[in-house]
């Protein structure tokens, strides 16, 4: 019931302010911690495209697989523009890779899947000390944020 309660306030708080959300978040969040990374650029355009720039400063706790700007490049350029101009479908691709709760790396270790917040699962797996989720590999585990965690992977997630 909890997680429950998580998913929809993060929906409805994504969509209160799918028409703006453009002001700047403390920088210890995981708005913040993203808009403040270089590497998280085109990240950083998608979290505000899809409004969800406040959702991800609230107080969560919110675990984020964050694609960085070299994950996004693997995307065809037609597709991307794409995305980022469809708010609907961008906001399901980015609520994919939000996990309710502060979920660390070693905890991540012991799943095989886990629920997203736009309610698809995602699989997860370790190999020779990696792990991927899905067809991504986690590339920086516990980038520790106020209101969660970042795990940084190196593909962007596909629902």
Do not use: C
Request: aromatic content about 4%; overall charge neutral; cysteine-free.
């Amino acid at each position: 019931m909890k997680k429950m309660l998580l998913m929809t306030t993060l929906l409805l708080t994504g969509a209160a302010v799918a028409g703006g959300g453009s002001s700047m978040p403390a920088s210890n969040t995981i708005a913040g911690i993203v808009s403040n990374d270089p590497n998280f650029s085109t990240l950083l355009a998608a979290v505000k495209a899809a409004g969800l720039v406040e959702t991800l400063s609230s107080p969560g706790p919110f675990t984020v697989f964050a694609p960085t700007n070299a994950a996004f490049a693997k995307i065809p350029q037609a597709d991307l523009n794409a995305l980022l101009n469809d708010p609907a479908k961008l906001k399901a691709v980015l609520l994919y890779h939000v996990v309710a709760g502060k979920v660390t790396a070693s905890q991540v270790m012991g799943m095989s899947s886990g629920t997203t917040v736009n309610g698809a699962d995602i699989n997860v797996s370790t190999s020779g000390g990696m792990v991927m989720i899905n067809d991504a590999t986690v590339t920086k585990a516990d980038v520790m944020a106020s209101n969660g965690v970042i795990h940084v992977i190196d593909t962007v997630l596909m629902p």
